[in-house]
C-alpha cells in the first residue's frame, strides 16, 4: 500500500508566505509526475502545480510567479513553497503522485488534504 501525508497548511494574513510538503510512504518503486491540486468551496479541484521526474514544472496561470514546486525524490517528498498569498487562494490543497509500486502497478494516488487559509 501506499500512503500520501501532507502537512504545512494553516491561517496566513494575506502578503504571507506558507510551505506545505507531501510525503510517500509504503511499497513504492518510482514517482514519476508529482503534483498540488485545490478545491475552494463550491468549486471543482483544479491544478495549482506539477513536476516530473525530470524536474519540467506546470504552473496554474492563477499561481505563476507567487508558488513554486519542487521535489526530494530520496525522501519521496513533494513541497509548494506558497508566497504572497491571496485571500483566493483559501481552499483545501491535495497533494497527488503518479508511482510505481514495487508490485509493478502503475497508479495515482492522494493525500488526504491539508487546508490552507488567507485572511486578515
Known amino acids: 500500500q501506499v500512503q500520501l501525508v501532507e502537512s504545512g497548511g494553516g491561517l496566513v494574513q494575506p502578503g504571507g508566505s506558507l510551505r506545505l510538503s507531501c510525503t510517500a510512504s509504503?511499497?513504492?518503486?518510482?514517482?514519476?509526475?508529482m503534483g498540488w491540486y485545490r478545491q475552494a468551496p463550491g468549486k471543482e479541484r483544479e491544478l495549482v502545480a506539477g513536476?516530473?521526474?525530470?524536474?519540467?514544472?506546470d504552473y496554474a496561470d492563477s499561481v505563476t510567479g507567487r508558488f513554486t514546486i519542487s521535489r526530494d525524490n530520496g525522501k519521496n517528498t513533494v513541497y509548494l513553497q506558497m508566497n504572497s498569498l491571496k485571500p483566493e487562494d483559501t481552499a483545501v490543497y491535495y497533494c497527488?503522485?503518479?508511482?510505481?509500486?514495487?508490485?509493478?502497478?502503475?497508479?495515482?494516488?492522494w493525500g488526504q488534504g491539508t487546508q490552507v487559509t488567507v485572511s486578515s
Open positions: 513536476i516530473t521526474s525530470s524536474r519540467s514544472r
Open positions: 509504503g511499497s513504492i518503486f518510482s514517482i514519476n509526475a
Open positions: 497527488n503522485m503518479r508511482l510505481r509500486s514495487t508490485y509493478g502497478r502503475d497508479g495515482s494516488y
